[in-house]
């Protein structure tokens, strides 16, 4: 099975910036689509923004033009840069991968989820 193991949350004034990390580790034939959600208290998870292998991205409308999700391949790590980040941004952020594993079954691996909290 493969782990996901986020970084880079935190404590953070509106208009600041942050970027979270996430690499992968583990047994696997292919990472797919690569994605950040987030769950703010009494929400339901949301997608925040996903990345396909070849690096075409789509972004939730409340983040488009703030924030940026990118990845190396080589590293099996997906990025969230997080730019002019407001009050509402505040949330337990997860990375999600569509893995295949070496037997060719798909699965969905999520890491554990990195607090990024958004107040002055």
């Known amino acids: 099975q493969v782990q996901l193991v986020e970084s880079g949350g935190g404590l953070v004034q509106p208009g600041g910036s942050l970027r979270l990390s996430c690499a992968a580790s583990g047994s696997m034939f292919r990472i797919n689509d690569m994605a950040w959600y987030r769950q703010a208290p009494g929400k339901q998870r949301e997608l925040v923004a996903r990345i396909t292998r070849s690096g075409n991205t789509n972004y939730a409308d409340s983040v488009k033009d703030r924030f940026t999700i990118s990845r190396d391949n080589a590293k099996n790590s997906v990025y969230l840069q997080m730019n002019s980040l407001k009050p509402e941004d505040t949330a337990v952020y997860y990375c999600?991968?569509?893995?295949?594993?070496?037997?060719?079954?798909?699965?969905?691996?999520w890491g554990q989820g990195t607090q990024v909290t958004v107040s002055s």
């Open positions: 999600n991968a569509d893995i295949t594993g070496r037997n060719l079954r798909g699965y969905d691996a």
